[in-house]
């Protein structure tokens, strides 16, 4: 099956740091960009970068850049979104996607896992 | 930055079409792509390229665009259809999700 299976839900106090993970099956992971969303009950779906697992290049928005960090481990075909330190405004559900290219070569997400809640109160 | 716009709500009786809009600037010159997302559950992909239905998703969605409005129909709406909704696009190296749609079929 076709799929990306992401880490378990979180709570942690503001200023800690976490690494959420998403592995996936089925699928010739190392070749496909995989990216991360957002989501919040106050900003909908937010896209905040993609990252290529062969060689974990890495695409931050802007809105992101600087606040998190991507990673990835071709060979257990996962990748990670990490924070160095936690904000209340960081609880949220984060989905990792998968992209594809239509005909005329315009991406769109395929495929999203079941999300990770992070939730940051002290 | 691009936005899009879409409806909070739209409600519709089971059997009846739902449409749901989603409005940017010079949208037609974009492909959209529109997600499901069923209460508790992540998105799912309905959706793409504005028109083009992914393997294993019903017949009765389908997609269209025109000017600045792109819209989702569903025909012959059922139950497990009530869900929010979401288009989205790329624009400028980003990619940007409307606002989202709540389809209540009562």
């Known amino acids: 099956e076709v799929q990306l299976e992401q880490s378990g839900a979180e709570v942690k106090e503001p200023g800690e740091s976490l690494k959420i993970s998403c592995k996936g099956s089925?699928?010739?992971?190392?070749?496909?960009?995989i990216g991360w969303v957002r989501q919040t009950p106050g900003k909908g779906l937010e896209y905040m970068g993609i990252?290529?697992?062969?060689?974990?290049?890495?695409r931050y928005s802007p809105s992101f850049q600087g606040q998190v960090t991507f990673s990835a481990d071709k060979s257990i075909s996962s990748v990670y979104l990490q924070w160095q330190s936690l904000k209340a405004s960081d609880t949220a559900t984060y989905y990792c996607?998968?992209?594809?290219?239509?005909?005329?070569?315009?991406?769109?997400?395929?495929?999203w896992g079941q999300g990770t809640l992070v939730t940051v109160s002290s | 930055s691009y936005e899009l716009s879409q409806p909070p709500s739209v409600s519709v009786s089971p059997g009846q079409t739902a449409s749901i809009t989603c409005s940017g600037d010079?949208?037609?010159?974009?492909?959209v792509s529109w997600y499901q997302q069923r209460p508790g559950q992540s998105p799912v992909l309905v959706m793409y390229?504005?028109?083009k239905r992914p393997s294993g998703i019903p017949e009765r969605f389908s997609g269209s665009n025109s000017v600045n409005t792109a819209t989702l129909t569903i025909s012959g709406t059922q139950s497990i259809d009530e869900a929010d909704y979401y288009c989205?696009?790329?624009?400028?190296?980003?990619?940007?999700f409307g606002p989202g749609t709540t389809v209540t079929v009562l």
């Open positions: 010079k949208l037609e010159n974009k492909h």
């Open positions: 089925g699928f010739s992971f190392s070749t496909h960009w």
């Open positions: 989205q696009v790329w624009d400028t190296n980003t990619y940007v």
């Open positions: 990252i290529y697992p062969r060689d974990s290049t890495s």
């Open positions: 996607v998968r992209r594809l290219f239509d005909s005329n070569n315009f991406p769109y997400f395929d495929l």
């Open positions: 390229q504005t028109i």
